[in-house]
Protein backbone atom coordinates (compact mmCIF):
# COMPACT_ATOMS: atom_id res chain seq x y z
CA UNK A 1 0.00 0.00 0.00
CA UNK A 2 1.34 3.26 -0.61
CA UNK A 3 1.38 6.24 1.69
CA UNK A 4 -1.21 8.15 3.50
CA UNK A 5 -1.77 11.04 2.09
CA UNK A 6 -2.20 13.46 4.56
CA UNK A 7 -3.96 16.74 2.25
CA UNK A 8 -5.39 17.35 -0.56
CA UNK A 9 -6.74 20.34 -2.61
CA UNK A 10 -9.86 20.71 -3.50
CA UNK A 11 -9.12 21.11 -7.21
CA UNK A 12 -7.15 17.29 -6.80
CA UNK A 13 -10.20 16.11 -5.41
CA UNK A 14 -12.47 16.89 -8.27
CA UNK A 15 -9.93 15.39 -10.59
CA UNK A 16 -9.30 12.60 -9.09
CA UNK A 17 -11.55 10.89 -6.50
CA UNK A 18 -14.93 13.12 -6.32
CA UNK A 19 -17.57 11.41 -9.10
CA UNK A 20 -17.34 12.86 -12.63
CA UNK A 21 -19.39 15.95 -13.08
CA UNK A 22 -18.69 17.21 -9.63
CA UNK A 23 -18.10 21.32 -9.92
CA UNK A 24 -17.31 23.49 -7.41
CA UNK A 25 -19.57 26.29 -6.94
CA UNK A 26 -18.70 28.62 -4.52
CA UNK A 27 -14.95 28.69 -2.35
CA UNK A 28 -11.63 28.08 -3.15
CA UNK A 29 -10.37 25.02 -5.34
CA UNK A 30 -7.09 25.09 -3.40
CA UNK A 31 -8.54 24.95 -0.10
CA UNK A 32 -6.70 22.03 1.70
CA UNK A 33 -8.80 19.02 2.75
CA UNK A 34 -7.53 16.15 4.67
CA UNK A 35 -10.78 13.51 5.25
CA UNK A 36 -14.17 13.22 4.33
CA UNK A 37 -17.22 12.30 6.31
CA UNK A 38 -21.77 12.08 6.68
CA UNK A 39 -23.33 14.87 8.69
CA UNK A 40 -24.55 13.29 11.70
CA UNK A 41 -28.34 11.83 11.61
CA UNK A 42 -28.46 12.35 15.71
CA UNK A 43 -27.51 16.25 16.63
CA UNK A 44 -24.72 17.23 17.32
CA UNK A 45 -24.72 16.34 13.64
CA UNK A 46 -21.15 18.40 13.74
CA UNK A 47 -19.43 17.01 17.21
CA UNK A 48 -17.12 14.37 14.94
CA UNK A 49 -15.45 17.01 13.10
CA UNK A 50 -11.86 17.78 13.86
CA UNK A 51 -10.83 20.42 10.95
CA UNK A 52 -10.07 20.07 7.26
CA UNK A 53 -13.15 17.91 6.05
CA UNK A 54 -14.69 17.54 2.94
CA UNK A 55 -18.35 17.07 5.01
CA UNK A 56 -21.05 15.04 2.64
CA UNK A 57 -24.95 15.83 2.27
CA UNK A 58 -27.94 14.63 0.37
CA UNK A 59 -30.67 17.46 0.74
CA UNK A 60 -33.24 14.98 0.51
CA UNK A 61 -32.53 14.10 3.94
CA UNK A 62 -32.46 17.54 5.59
CA UNK A 63 -36.29 17.18 6.25
CA UNK A 64 -35.94 13.95 8.26
CA UNK A 65 -34.14 15.33 10.69
CA UNK A 66 -35.94 15.49 14.27
CA UNK A 67 -35.78 19.36 13.59
CA UNK A 68 -35.95 20.10 9.51
CA UNK A 69 -32.88 21.61 7.96
CA UNK A 70 -32.08 23.75 5.89
CA UNK A 71 -29.09 23.20 3.24
CA UNK A 72 -28.07 27.65 4.24
CA UNK A 73 -28.54 26.81 7.78
CA UNK A 74 -26.04 23.60 7.40
CA UNK A 75 -23.19 25.99 5.64
CA UNK A 76 -23.33 29.09 8.46
CA UNK A 77 -23.04 26.02 10.94
CA UNK A 78 -20.00 24.82 8.85
CA UNK A 79 -18.48 28.41 8.03
CA UNK A 80 -17.88 28.32 12.33
CA UNK A 81 -16.42 24.49 12.59
CA UNK A 82 -12.54 23.92 10.84
CA UNK A 83 -14.84 21.47 7.90
CA UNK A 84 -13.31 22.54 4.58
CA UNK A 85 -15.82 22.35 2.29
CA UNK A 86 -19.31 20.84 1.61
CA UNK A 87 -20.81 18.18 -0.86
CA UNK A 88 -24.05 18.65 -1.66
CA UNK A 89 -26.08 16.17 -3.81
CA UNK A 90 -29.38 17.79 -4.56
CA UNK A 91 -30.17 21.17 -5.78
CA UNK A 92 -28.53 23.86 -3.90
CA UNK A 93 -30.84 26.89 -3.54
CA UNK A 94 -30.08 30.71 -4.42
CA UNK A 95 -30.27 31.42 -1.25
CA UNK A 96 -27.89 28.88 -0.12
CA UNK A 97 -25.69 29.82 -3.06
CA UNK A 98 -25.46 33.39 -1.49
CA UNK A 99 -24.65 32.41 1.77
CA UNK A 100 -21.56 29.99 0.94
CA UNK A 101 -20.67 33.06 -1.53
CA UNK A 102 -20.77 35.29 1.15
CA UNK A 103 -18.75 33.30 3.47
CA UNK A 104 -16.50 32.13 0.59
CA UNK A 105 -17.11 29.00 2.26
CA UNK A 106 -16.67 26.14 -0.61
CA UNK A 107 -19.68 24.22 -1.72
CA UNK A 108 -19.48 21.53 -4.40
CA UNK A 109 -21.92 20.34 -6.19
CA UNK A 110 -22.30 16.42 -6.50
CA UNK A 111 -24.08 14.40 -9.84
CA UNK A 112 -27.75 13.30 -8.78
CA UNK A 113 -26.54 10.25 -9.54
CA UNK A 114 -24.01 9.99 -6.67
CA UNK A 115 -23.88 7.77 -4.15
CA UNK A 116 -22.76 9.20 -0.87
CA UNK A 117 -21.06 5.92 0.66
CA UNK A 118 -19.21 5.24 -2.33
CA UNK A 119 -18.23 8.66 -2.64
CA UNK A 120 -17.00 8.58 0.72
CA UNK A 121 -14.70 5.57 0.28
CA UNK A 122 -13.52 7.12 -3.08
CA UNK A 123 -11.91 9.86 -0.94
CA UNK A 124 -10.89 8.11 1.71
CA UNK A 125 -9.31 5.84 -0.77
CA UNK A 126 -7.53 8.26 -2.62
CA UNK A 127 -6.06 9.26 1.14
CA UNK A 128 -5.18 6.05 2.29
CA UNK A 129 -4.09 4.45 -0.64
CA UNK A 130 -3.41 7.12 -3.39
CA UNK A 131 -2.25 4.89 -6.58
CA UNK A 132 -5.20 2.73 -6.11
CA UNK A 133 -7.61 5.29 -6.37
CA UNK A 134 -5.41 6.28 -9.64
CA UNK A 135 -6.44 2.95 -11.18
CA UNK A 136 -9.69 3.63 -10.03
CA UNK A 137 -10.14 6.68 -11.47
CA UNK A 138 -8.31 5.89 -14.89
CA UNK A 139 -10.61 3.02 -15.21
CA UNK A 140 -13.32 5.33 -14.66
CA UNK A 141 -12.09 7.63 -17.29
CA UNK A 142 -11.80 4.83 -19.55
CA UNK A 143 -15.84 3.84 -19.50
CA UNK A 144 -16.96 7.43 -19.84
CA UNK A 145 -14.79 7.47 -23.21
CA UNK A 146 -16.54 4.11 -24.31
CA UNK A 147 -19.92 5.19 -23.52
CA UNK A 148 -19.37 8.34 -25.36
CA UNK A 149 -17.98 5.94 -28.78
CA UNK A 150 -20.55 3.47 -28.03
CA UNK A 151 -22.84 6.56 -28.40
CA UNK A 152 -21.99 7.84 -31.42
CA UNK A 153 -20.52 11.20 -29.73
CA UNK A 154 -17.58 11.36 -31.73
CA UNK A 155 -14.05 12.10 -31.36
CA UNK A 156 -14.77 16.13 -29.89
CA UNK A 157 -17.08 15.31 -27.51
CA UNK A 158 -14.67 12.18 -26.16
CA UNK A 159 -11.49 14.92 -26.21
CA UNK A 160 -13.69 17.48 -24.43
CA UNK A 161 -14.52 14.91 -22.03
CA UNK A 162 -10.79 14.26 -21.33
CA UNK A 163 -9.91 17.71 -21.31
CA UNK A 164 -12.19 18.45 -18.55
CA UNK A 165 -10.88 16.29 -16.32
CA UNK A 166 -7.44 16.81 -17.05
CA UNK A 167 -7.83 20.50 -16.87
CA UNK A 168 -5.76 20.67 -19.84
CA UNK A 169 -6.17 20.98 -23.64
CA UNK A 170 -6.38 17.51 -25.75
CA UNK A 171 -5.25 17.08 -29.27
CA UNK A 172 -5.11 14.36 -31.98
CA UNK A 173 -3.19 14.86 -35.19
CA UNK A 174 -3.21 12.55 -37.92
CA UNK A 175 0.35 11.05 -38.47
CA UNK A 176 1.50 13.60 -40.65
CA UNK A 177 0.77 16.22 -38.19
CA UNK A 178 -2.64 18.12 -39.48
CA UNK A 179 -5.01 18.17 -36.64
CA UNK A 180 -8.59 15.99 -36.69
CA UNK A 181 -10.27 17.18 -33.31
CA UNK A 182 -9.40 18.84 -30.33
CA UNK A 183 -10.60 19.18 -26.84
CA UNK A 184 -10.80 21.99 -24.06
CA UNK A 185 -10.80 22.38 -20.54
CA UNK A 186 -13.96 24.30 -18.63
CA UNK A 187 -11.61 26.59 -17.32
CA UNK A 188 -11.34 30.46 -17.73
CA UNK A 189 -8.95 32.92 -18.16
CA UNK A 190 -6.42 30.92 -20.31
CA UNK A 191 -5.45 31.43 -23.66
CA UNK A 192 -6.04 27.67 -24.79
CA UNK A 193 -5.30 28.71 -28.58
CA UNK A 194 -2.19 29.56 -27.67
CA UNK A 195 -1.40 26.56 -26.08
CA UNK A 196 -2.91 24.51 -29.04
CA UNK A 197 -1.15 26.46 -31.24
CA UNK A 198 2.54 24.60 -29.94
CA UNK A 199 0.99 21.46 -30.88
CA UNK A 200 0.34 22.33 -34.97
CA UNK A 201 1.80 21.30 -37.68
CA UNK A 202 4.35 18.45 -38.55
CA UNK A 203 6.91 19.90 -36.86
CA UNK A 204 5.56 18.86 -33.44
CA UNK A 205 5.38 15.29 -35.19
CA UNK A 206 8.66 15.20 -37.18
CA UNK A 207 10.50 15.05 -33.55
CA UNK A 208 8.84 11.61 -32.81
CA UNK A 209 10.42 9.92 -35.97
CA UNK A 210 7.76 6.85 -36.17
CA UNK A 211 6.73 6.80 -39.33
CA UNK A 212 9.31 3.52 -40.38
CA UNK A 213 8.43 1.57 -36.99
CA UNK A 214 6.78 -1.41 -36.69
CA UNK A 215 3.45 -1.22 -34.03
CA UNK A 216 2.12 -3.57 -32.00
CA UNK A 217 -0.56 -2.34 -29.87
CA UNK A 218 0.97 -3.65 -26.60
CA UNK A 219 4.28 -1.75 -27.62
CA UNK A 220 4.30 1.56 -27.79
CA UNK A 221 5.34 4.06 -24.78
CA UNK A 222 4.69 7.47 -23.86
CA UNK A 223 5.99 10.25 -25.36
CA UNK A 224 7.53 13.21 -23.53
CA UNK A 225 8.30 16.52 -24.80
CA UNK A 226 7.75 20.48 -24.05
CA UNK A 227 4.35 20.22 -25.11
CA UNK A 228 3.05 17.73 -23.22
CA UNK A 229 2.40 14.30 -22.90
CA UNK A 230 1.80 12.04 -26.89
CA UNK A 231 0.62 8.47 -27.46
CA UNK A 232 0.53 7.13 -30.81
CA UNK A 233 -2.57 5.63 -31.89
CA UNK A 234 -2.05 1.86 -33.05
CA UNK A 235 -4.45 -0.08 -34.57
CA UNK A 236 -3.37 -3.71 -37.10
CA UNK A 237 0.28 -2.72 -36.19
CA UNK A 238 -0.64 0.62 -38.27
CA UNK A 239 0.05 4.17 -37.06
CA UNK A 240 -2.78 6.40 -36.82
CA UNK A 241 -1.94 9.14 -35.56
CA UNK A 242 -1.32 11.00 -32.21
CA UNK A 243 -3.23 12.09 -29.27
CA UNK A 244 -1.56 14.69 -27.06
CA UNK A 245 -1.88 16.24 -23.38
CA UNK A 246 -0.74 19.48 -23.36
CA UNK A 247 1.47 20.86 -20.83
CA UNK A 248 -0.29 24.34 -20.66
CA UNK A 249 2.08 25.84 -18.39
CA UNK A 250 2.14 23.34 -16.00
CA UNK A 251 4.07 19.81 -16.31
CA UNK A 252 1.71 16.72 -16.50
CA UNK A 253 1.75 14.72 -13.70
CA UNK A 254 1.51 11.09 -13.11
CA UNK A 255 -2.35 10.82 -13.19
CA UNK A 256 -2.22 12.96 -16.44
CA UNK A 257 0.08 10.00 -17.90
CA UNK A 258 -2.17 7.32 -16.57
CA UNK A 259 -4.78 9.03 -17.97
CA UNK A 260 -3.29 8.98 -21.74
CA UNK A 261 -2.38 5.54 -20.89
CA UNK A 262 -5.80 4.14 -20.35
CA UNK A 263 -7.86 6.17 -22.88
CA UNK A 264 -5.23 5.60 -26.12
CA UNK A 265 -6.84 2.30 -26.94
CA UNK A 266 -10.22 3.93 -27.04
CA UNK A 267 -9.58 6.73 -29.08
CA UNK A 268 -7.31 4.36 -31.68
CA UNK A 269 -10.64 2.44 -32.24
CA UNK A 270 -12.58 5.81 -32.33
CA UNK A 271 -10.35 7.15 -35.10
CA UNK A 272 -10.66 4.17 -37.13
CA UNK A 273 -14.55 3.90 -37.26
CA UNK A 274 -14.44 7.31 -37.64
CA UNK A 275 -11.64 6.87 -40.82
CA UNK A 276 -14.24 3.90 -41.75
CA UNK A 277 -17.05 6.16 -41.91
CA UNK A 278 -15.11 9.13 -43.80
CA UNK A 279 -14.01 5.96 -46.66
CA UNK A 280 -17.87 4.62 -47.07
CA UNK A 281 -18.55 8.33 -47.44
CA UNK A 282 -15.97 9.33 -49.81
CA UNK A 283 -16.65 6.15 -52.19
CA UNK A 284 -20.23 5.43 -52.14
CA UNK A 285 -21.63 7.36 -55.03
CA UNK A 286 -24.22 9.93 -54.37
CA UNK A 287 -27.73 8.25 -55.15
CA UNK A 288 -29.57 10.91 -53.63
CA UNK A 289 -29.61 12.49 -57.30
CA UNK A 290 -33.18 12.27 -57.11
CA UNK A 291 -33.71 14.91 -54.75
CA UNK A 292 -32.78 17.71 -57.51
CA UNK A 293 -34.51 15.75 -59.78
CA UNK A 294 -37.57 16.10 -57.68
CA UNK A 295 -37.51 19.86 -56.83
CA UNK A 296 -37.27 20.38 -60.69
CA UNK A 297 -39.97 18.50 -61.38
CA UNK A 298 -44.14 19.06 -61.53
CA UNK A 299 -45.96 17.56 -58.74
CA UNK A 300 -47.52 15.15 -61.44
CA UNK A 301 -44.23 13.41 -61.04
CA UNK A 302 -44.35 12.69 -57.08
CA UNK A 303 -46.01 9.67 -57.43
CA UNK A 304 -43.23 7.80 -59.71
CA UNK A 305 -40.42 9.93 -57.90
CA UNK A 306 -41.29 8.09 -54.42
CA UNK A 307 -40.89 5.04 -55.87
CA UNK A 308 -37.52 5.73 -56.85
CA UNK A 309 -36.45 7.84 -53.29
CA UNK A 310 -37.85 4.73 -51.27
CA UNK A 311 -34.75 3.19 -52.76
CA UNK A 312 -33.00 5.97 -51.11
CA UNK A 313 -33.75 5.54 -47.45
CA UNK A 314 -37.10 7.76 -48.26
CA UNK A 315 -40.34 5.77 -46.32
CA UNK A 316 -43.83 7.07 -46.97
CA UNK A 317 -45.53 6.93 -43.79
CA UNK A 318 -42.76 8.89 -42.13
CA UNK A 319 -42.83 12.33 -41.50
CA UNK A 320 -39.77 14.89 -42.54
CA UNK A 321 -38.86 17.92 -42.30
CA UNK A 322 -36.71 19.81 -45.16
CA UNK A 323 -32.88 21.64 -43.62
CA UNK A 324 -31.60 23.77 -46.66
CA UNK A 325 -27.58 24.25 -45.77
CA UNK A 326 -26.01 27.24 -47.75
CA UNK A 327 -22.45 28.35 -48.17
CA UNK A 328 -21.95 32.29 -48.47
CA UNK A 329 -17.77 33.07 -49.59
CA UNK A 330 -16.68 35.78 -47.37
CA UNK A 331 -16.27 39.16 -49.66
CA UNK A 332 -12.42 38.13 -50.10
CA UNK A 333 -13.30 35.08 -51.64
CA UNK A 334 -15.48 35.91 -54.66
CA UNK A 335 -15.47 32.03 -55.84
CA UNK A 336 -15.22 29.82 -52.78
CA UNK A 337 -14.21 26.20 -52.72
CA UNK A 338 -16.78 24.90 -50.11
CA UNK A 339 -18.73 22.68 -52.97
CA UNK A 340 -22.57 21.94 -51.93
CA UNK A 341 -21.46 17.80 -52.94
CA UNK A 342 -18.88 18.53 -50.20
CA UNK A 343 -21.92 19.57 -47.73
CA UNK A 344 -23.90 16.53 -48.79
CA UNK A 345 -20.61 14.43 -48.29
CA UNK A 346 -20.41 15.48 -44.77
CA UNK A 347 -23.83 15.61 -43.67
CA UNK A 348 -24.07 12.14 -45.08
CA UNK A 349 -21.17 11.04 -43.03
CA UNK A 350 -22.41 12.67 -39.72
CA UNK A 351 -26.16 10.81 -40.41
CA UNK A 352 -24.85 7.54 -41.08
CA UNK A 353 -22.54 8.14 -37.65
CA UNK A 354 -25.73 8.41 -36.23
CA UNK A 355 -27.83 6.15 -37.78
CA UNK A 356 -29.92 8.17 -38.70
CA UNK A 357 -31.85 7.03 -42.41
CA UNK A 358 -32.38 10.62 -43.81
CA UNK A 359 -32.02 11.19 -47.56
CA UNK A 360 -29.41 14.03 -48.27
CA UNK A 361 -28.43 15.53 -51.91
CA UNK A 362 -28.15 18.64 -54.22
CA UNK A 363 -30.05 21.18 -54.78
CA UNK A 364 -28.10 23.85 -57.29
CA UNK A 365 -26.04 25.62 -54.70
CA UNK A 366 -27.77 24.02 -51.74
CA UNK A 367 -27.26 20.70 -49.87
CA UNK A 368 -31.04 19.34 -48.73
CA UNK A 369 -31.81 16.72 -45.97
CA UNK A 370 -34.84 15.04 -45.49
CA UNK A 371 -35.14 14.43 -41.88
CA UNK A 372 -37.40 11.89 -40.66
CA UNK A 373 -39.23 12.51 -37.19
CA UNK A 374 -41.39 9.82 -35.25
CA UNK A 375 -44.02 13.01 -34.48
CA UNK A 376 -44.36 16.30 -36.10
CA UNK A 377 -44.34 18.16 -33.06
CA UNK A 378 -41.00 16.30 -31.18
CA UNK A 379 -38.85 18.48 -32.93
CA UNK A 380 -36.29 18.82 -30.11
CA UNK A 381 -33.92 16.14 -32.03
CA UNK A 382 -34.24 18.04 -34.89
CA UNK A 383 -33.07 21.09 -33.46
CA UNK A 384 -30.03 19.21 -32.18
CA UNK A 385 -28.99 17.80 -34.69
CA UNK A 386 -29.66 20.92 -37.13
CA UNK A 387 -27.19 22.71 -34.55
CA UNK A 388 -24.87 20.30 -34.78
CA UNK A 389 -25.09 19.66 -38.71
CA UNK A 390 -24.18 23.50 -38.86
CA UNK A 391 -21.33 23.85 -36.23
CA UNK A 392 -19.73 21.27 -37.78
CA UNK A 393 -20.01 22.25 -41.79
CA UNK A 394 -19.12 26.17 -40.09
CA UNK A 395 -15.87 24.41 -38.73
CA UNK A 396 -15.17 22.63 -41.93
CA UNK A 397 -16.01 25.62 -44.20
CA UNK A 398 -13.20 28.21 -45.25
CA UNK A 399 -13.20 31.62 -45.52
CA UNK A 400 -17.21 31.81 -45.53
CA UNK A 401 -20.10 31.71 -43.45
CA UNK A 402 -22.95 28.55 -43.56
CA UNK A 403 -26.56 29.48 -43.24
CA UNK A 404 -29.32 26.69 -42.76
CA UNK A 405 -33.06 27.15 -43.03
CA UNK A 406 -35.50 24.45 -42.07
CA UNK A 407 -39.22 24.02 -43.08
CA UNK A 408 -42.11 22.71 -40.95
CA UNK A 409 -42.02 18.53 -40.31
CA UNK A 410 -44.86 17.34 -43.11
CA UNK A 411 -46.15 13.70 -44.48
CA UNK A 412 -45.64 12.61 -48.19
CA UNK A 413 -43.52 13.74 -50.81
CA UNK A 414 -45.45 16.68 -52.25
CA UNK A 415 -46.34 18.14 -49.00
CA UNK A 416 -42.31 18.29 -48.60
CA UNK A 417 -42.23 20.66 -51.26
CA UNK A 418 -43.66 23.27 -49.09
CA UNK A 419 -41.51 22.01 -46.07
CA UNK A 420 -39.13 23.21 -48.83
CA UNK A 421 -40.07 26.51 -50.21
CA UNK A 422 -40.60 27.03 -45.86
CA UNK A 423 -36.89 26.11 -45.20
CA UNK A 424 -35.67 28.20 -48.67
CA UNK A 425 -38.34 31.35 -46.99
CA UNK A 426 -35.96 30.77 -43.39
CA UNK A 427 -32.38 30.60 -45.20
CA UNK A 428 -33.22 34.10 -47.03
CA UNK A 429 -34.75 35.73 -44.04
CA UNK A 430 -31.70 34.34 -42.29
CA UNK A 431 -28.91 35.54 -44.69
CA UNK A 432 -30.98 39.27 -45.09
CA UNK A 433 -30.93 39.88 -41.46
CA UNK A 434 -27.41 38.40 -40.31
CA UNK A 435 -23.97 38.69 -41.74
CA UNK A 436 -22.75 35.81 -39.92
CA UNK A 437 -23.55 32.32 -39.88
CA UNK A 438 -27.10 30.88 -38.57
CA UNK A 439 -29.61 28.51 -38.38
CA UNK A 440 -33.57 29.63 -39.00
CA UNK A 441 -35.93 27.44 -37.92
CA UNK A 442 -39.76 27.47 -39.25
CA UNK A 443 -40.79 28.77 -35.63
CA UNK A 444 -39.09 32.12 -36.72
CA UNK A 445 -40.08 32.75 -39.88
CA UNK A 446 -43.52 34.02 -39.55
CA UNK A 447 -42.37 36.07 -36.67
CA UNK A 448 -39.69 37.62 -38.06
CA UNK A 449 -41.61 38.29 -40.94
CA UNK A 450 -44.11 40.20 -39.26
CA UNK A 451 -41.62 42.47 -36.96
CA UNK A 452 -40.05 43.39 -40.19
CA UNK A 453 -43.23 45.00 -41.18
CA UNK A 454 -43.85 46.48 -38.05
CA UNK A 455 -44.12 50.48 -39.71
CA UNK A 456 -42.39 52.28 -36.62
CA UNK A 457 -39.34 50.51 -35.91
CA UNK A 458 -39.17 52.55 -32.23
CA UNK A 459 -42.19 50.92 -31.18
CA UNK A 460 -40.10 47.60 -31.02
CA UNK A 461 -36.83 49.65 -29.90
CA UNK A 462 -39.46 50.41 -26.43
CA UNK A 463 -40.63 47.21 -25.92
CA UNK A 464 -37.38 45.66 -26.52
CA UNK A 465 -35.83 48.43 -23.59
CA UNK A 466 -38.96 47.59 -21.59
CA UNK A 467 -37.95 44.08 -20.97
CA UNK A 468 -34.45 43.87 -21.35
CA UNK A 469 -32.73 47.28 -20.06
CA UNK A 470 -32.62 46.31 -16.42
CA UNK A 471 -31.19 42.58 -17.21
CA UNK A 472 -28.89 44.40 -19.74
CA UNK A 473 -27.67 47.16 -17.59
CA UNK A 474 -27.37 44.72 -14.76
CA UNK A 475 -24.80 42.68 -17.13
CA UNK A 476 -22.73 45.38 -17.73
CA UNK A 477 -22.82 46.41 -13.87
CA UNK A 478 -21.67 43.27 -12.94
CA UNK A 479 -20.09 40.89 -15.63
CA UNK A 480 -22.82 38.59 -15.18
CA UNK A 481 -24.43 36.40 -18.13
CA UNK A 482 -28.00 37.03 -17.34
CA UNK A 483 -29.44 38.18 -21.01
CA UNK A 484 -27.36 34.97 -22.36
CA UNK A 485 -28.84 32.47 -20.20
CA UNK A 486 -32.45 33.23 -21.05
CA UNK A 487 -32.03 33.40 -24.52
CA UNK A 488 -30.50 29.70 -23.40
CA UNK A 489 -33.04 28.89 -21.44
CA UNK A 490 -35.77 30.06 -24.13
CA UNK A 491 -33.85 28.16 -26.63
CA UNK A 492 -33.93 24.98 -25.15
CA UNK A 493 -37.52 25.02 -24.06
CA UNK A 494 -37.33 25.60 -20.48
CA UNK A 495 -35.44 22.35 -20.13
CA UNK A 496 -33.10 22.84 -17.12
CA UNK A 497 -30.59 20.08 -17.79
CA UNK A 498 -30.22 20.74 -21.49
CA UNK A 499 -29.75 24.68 -20.91
CA UNK A 500 -27.50 24.22 -17.75
CA UNK A 501 -25.48 21.82 -20.39
CA UNK A 502 -25.64 24.28 -22.99
CA UNK A 503 -24.51 26.76 -20.96
CA UNK A 504 -21.78 24.54 -19.42
CA UNK A 505 -23.02 25.33 -15.88
CA UNK A 506 -24.35 23.35 -13.25
CA UNK A 507 -27.86 23.17 -12.92
CA UNK A 508 -27.99 24.83 -9.59
CA UNK A 509 -26.28 27.99 -11.25
CA UNK A 510 -28.80 28.13 -13.61
CA UNK A 511 -31.88 28.31 -10.83
CA UNK A 512 -29.67 30.92 -9.12
CA UNK A 513 -29.56 33.16 -12.66
CA UNK A 514 -33.06 32.70 -13.18
CA UNK A 515 -33.86 33.71 -9.53
CA UNK A 516 -31.69 36.78 -9.79
CA UNK A 517 -33.68 37.65 -12.79
CA UNK A 518 -36.94 37.11 -11.49
CA UNK A 519 -35.65 39.95 -8.56
CA UNK A 520 -34.45 41.94 -11.61
CA UNK A 521 -37.73 42.02 -13.36
CA UNK A 522 -39.85 42.04 -10.53
CA UNK A 523 -42.01 40.01 -12.24
CA UNK A 524 -43.35 35.98 -12.42
CA UNK A 525 -41.06 33.89 -14.77
CA UNK A 526 -44.14 31.43 -14.16
CA UNK A 527 -46.74 33.84 -15.94
CA UNK A 528 -46.86 32.79 -19.39
CA UNK A 529 -47.62 36.54 -20.07
CA UNK A 530 -44.09 37.46 -18.82
CA UNK A 531 -42.80 34.31 -20.44
CA UNK A 532 -44.01 35.49 -23.87
CA UNK A 533 -43.26 38.90 -23.48
CA UNK A 534 -38.99 38.11 -22.55
CA UNK A 535 -39.18 35.59 -25.11
CA UNK A 536 -40.60 37.76 -27.91
CA UNK A 537 -38.22 41.05 -26.88
CA UNK A 538 -34.92 38.89 -27.21
CA UNK A 539 -36.01 38.11 -30.67
CA UNK A 540 -36.92 41.73 -31.35
CA UNK A 541 -33.33 42.42 -29.93
CA UNK A 542 -31.36 39.80 -32.23
CA UNK A 543 -33.30 41.41 -35.14
CA UNK A 544 -32.73 45.09 -34.37
CA UNK A 545 -29.19 44.35 -33.60
CA UNK A 546 -28.71 42.50 -37.22
CA UNK A 547 -26.40 44.87 -39.27
CA UNK A 548 -28.72 44.05 -42.10
CA UNK A 549 -32.27 44.32 -40.40
CA UNK A 550 -34.34 46.11 -42.35
CA UNK A 551 -37.60 47.73 -40.75
CA UNK A 552 -39.23 49.63 -42.07
CA UNK A 553 -39.80 53.31 -40.99
CA UNK A 554 -42.22 55.39 -40.76
Not at 113 to 141: G, H, M
Amino acid sequence: MSAVTSTASLKSLLKLALPIGSRLVTGDPATPVNWVCHLRTRPPIFADLEGGELVLVSTATLANYQKPLTLEAIIEDLTETNASALGVRGTITPRAHQVAKACNFPVIALPERAILPQVERAVQRYFNNRQAQLTQRAFELQQTLQRHAASYRGLTTMLNALARMLDRPVVIHDRRGAVISRGLPASHGHDWDSHLALAGGSEFIRRFDLDDRTFFEDDWQIIRSPAGLTAPLICESRLLGYVSVLSAGEAPDEFDLMALEYSASTFARELVRQQTVDLTVETTPVQNDWIGEWLNSPVADDTLLALRAEKDSFQSGVWYSVVVFHWLPSAERAGGAFSPERMVKLIQGEMHQRRIQAPVGQYVDRAVLLFPLDEPQQTQRLKQIVNLLHDNLTKAAPDGEVTVGVGRPVYGLTALRESFKEAERALTLSEQLWDESQVAFFGDLSLYELLLNVSDPNVLSSFCDHWLAPLSSYDDQHHTDLLPTLHAYFANNGNMARTAHILNIHRNTLVYRLGRITEIIQLDMDDPNVRLNLHLALKVQKMLTAPTANVRSA
